[in-house]
């Protein structure tokens, strides 16, 4: 099976701080993507990377940094937390849609709260 | 930013009733996938139409890619507890990107 892991589930942070999530997946996969969930907006996409080093930005890529150093690890970096990153945060990877279906496989979800 | 929005935003039925949620968006995708959202985990992946006008069936559940490949429905036929969730729709572009859209939650009482 599939596997997409991600190290928190729930986080609570502070303003200001430094903020990490961690995302790895067992399929090797090329592409990796950074979603965060908000209620009404459905998935927004943050950042995707499709090879290692590789990054882009995605529709809100603003007060984010990603790195992906390792093809299986797919890191998001909030530099300095504000409230309104409060939210559900989903990562997900596929394989390069070219000959395939282009099926997201996502993790179970990383909710942070910013007080 | 290409949008797609979905229609309703809530739905809460009766076990056995059945149900549309509609996908819409001004652009054009060259795939259209559907996800289902349980409580406490991430989408998973129902189904993915790429020619418009196909139409797909899983059990009760049947999709419809539109003719100009803009739309898509999801028709859910007697519907049980066990398809409550989250329905996002999600289109893909002539890129790996995909863009998901707002969610319909669904829920049926027995």
């Known amino acids: 099976d599939v596997k997409v892991t991600q190290s928190s589930r729930y986080l609570v942070k502070r303003t200001g701080e430094k903020v990490f999530l961690e995302c790895v997946q067992d399929m090797d996969h090329e592409n990796m993507f950074w979603y965060r969930q908000d209620p009404g907006l459905g998935l927004r996409l943050i950042y995707f990377s499709y090879d290692v080093k590789m990054k882009e930005k995605g529709d809100i890529p603003e007060g984010y940094s990603v790195s992906r150093e390792k093809k299986e690890r797919f890191s998001l970096i909030l530099e300095s937390a504000s409230t309104n990153q409060t939210s559900m945060y989903l990562c997900?990877?596929?394989?390069?849609?070219?000959?395939?279906?282009?099926?997201?496989?996502f993790g179970e979800g990383s909710r942070l709260t910013v007080l | 930013t290409q949008l797609l929005e979905q229609s309703p935003q809530f739905l809460s039925i009766q076990e056995g009733e059945n149900l549309t949620v509609y996908c819409n968006s001004s652009?054009?995708?060259?795939?259209l996938q559907w996800y289902r959202q349980e409580p406490g985990e991430g989408p998973v992946l129902l189904v993915t139409?790429?020619?418009?006008?196909e139409v797909k069936k899983l059990k009760r559940l049947t999709f419809q890619f539109g003719d100009a490949r803009k739309d898509s429905s999801l028709h859910i036929t007697a519907a049980q507890p066990g398809d409550t969730g989250l329905y996002l729709c999600?289109?893909?572009?002539?890129?790996?990107?995909?863009?998901f859209g707002t969610g319909t939650r669904l829920q049926v009482f027995p």
């Open positions: 997900a990877s596929s394989f390069r849609t070219g000959g395939s279906t282009g099926e997201l496989f």
């Open positions: 999600a289109g893909r572009p002539n890129t790996d990107k995909l863009i």
């Open positions: 139409v790429v020619t418009g006008g």
């Open positions: 652009s054009v995708f060259s795939s």
